[in-house]
């Protein structure tokens, strides 16, 4: 069955009118270890503003704290940059230096 020639001219002219969106380029945000911030605020940071469950944001708190850096997730550049600005200033308004960067996946 068909759509009405009204119906396909207004889903050919929706098709030509939006041109194929690119998939934003996926980025790892990637947190690093410091002496100063308390283990169980790195791990509300991870559940607050990363979205991880408990035992994975102390599985990457742990990863970093004995190897450095850990992983925390994989993300498009724009929410990354959002996520990490947020957890940056949360960590800043209490006085600790929780640093994160981002790198291309």
Do not use: C
């Amino acid at each position: 069955m068909s759509a009405p020639p009204q119906i396909q001219r207004q889903i050919k002219r929706q098709q030509e009118a939006d041109p194929q969106e690119e998939l934003e380029r996926l980025y790892r945000v990637i947190i690093h270890n410091d002496d100063v911030t308390p283990y169980d605020f790195v791990i509300i940071i991870l559940v607050r503003f990363f979205q991880l469950d408990v035992p994975a944001a102390e599985l990457v708190t742990w990863t970093a704290h004995t190897s450095g850096i850990a992983q925390v997730v994989i993300l498009p550049l724009s929410e990354a940059r959002r996520r990490v600005g947020r957890a940056h200033f949360a960590a800043a308004v209490e006085g600790f230096p929780l640093s994160f960067t981002i790198e291309p996946e």
